[in-house]
């Protein structure tokens, strides 16, 4: 029990025995304290609220609303609608789309000023629009029973992926069709998308230790004859 006075003198009354402490008052006020156990102490403890990821808008100077989420150091929680995909996720989905011969659907993965280089062709395809019709041609070139299978994919980077594919007919091997791939990525307009691809495919012809006598012959020429290199 706790007594308390009209000034700083108080009565304090323990489980034992009663302790008076003298006031010239005689004015008390009686405040009884329940006694608390293990549960409800714990309880009476302030709640710390878990921090929430903020989310914040950013608009570019066009005007244009860019949706942005921005996570504190120790969040717990977010809203799924406002994650961005991950690399690989758009990476596989592009090869998904290409498989299904839906070019449509890759549309959205792809930058407008993306850069893809398919080391078969003599040039990259520039922009959007010329790698979606590099990519129909192949669509319809080519039957569905023809897919590209993932060997393997990096996860980790959020801003390029590399991966190791070869193609299958109705799930056998196609002859000289392993490749790997690279892609680079950035996240435009709140969506992550291919801003730079570039395919290496296996040779149907495989030069072997050829090639590196090829590549002994040209530096030894460029060596001895230094301005052949403006040629390269």
Known sequence: MFIVGSTSTALFW???????????????????????????????????????RRKWRAV????????????????????????????SAVVRNF??????????????LIAENCVYEDLVFPRP?????????????FTNSTSTDLQFVIDDLSTKDSSSVGVIWHLEWKGKPFPFSKGCSFYRLEVINGKRQITYGR??????????????????????????????????
Do not use: C, M
């Open 14 to 52: 323990n489980s034992v025995s009663p302790v008076f402490v003298s006031s010239s008052y005689a004015s008390l006020k009686i405040v009884r304290i329940p006694p608390l156990d293990s549960v409800n102490a714990l309880l009476a403890l302030p709640k710390l609220g878990r921090r929430r």
């Open 60 to 87: 570019d100077g066009s005007g244009e609303n860019q949706s942005v989420t921005v996570a504190s150091p120790d969040s717990t929680s977010y809203d799924d609608d406002n994650v961005v995909e991950s690399a």
């Open 95 to 108: 090869y998904g789309g290409i498989n299904a011969h839906d070019v449509d659907s890759v549309e959205y």
């Open 125 to 137: 395809f520039v922009g959007r629009k010329e790698i979606l019709e590099f990519f129909k041609k």
């Open 199 to 232: 395919d290496s495919v296996e040779p149907a012809i495989k030069p072997g230790d050829a090639t590196l006598a090829a590549i002994r012959s040209v530096t030894w020429l460029l060596q001895q004859f230094p301005q052949l290199a403006n040629w390269l």
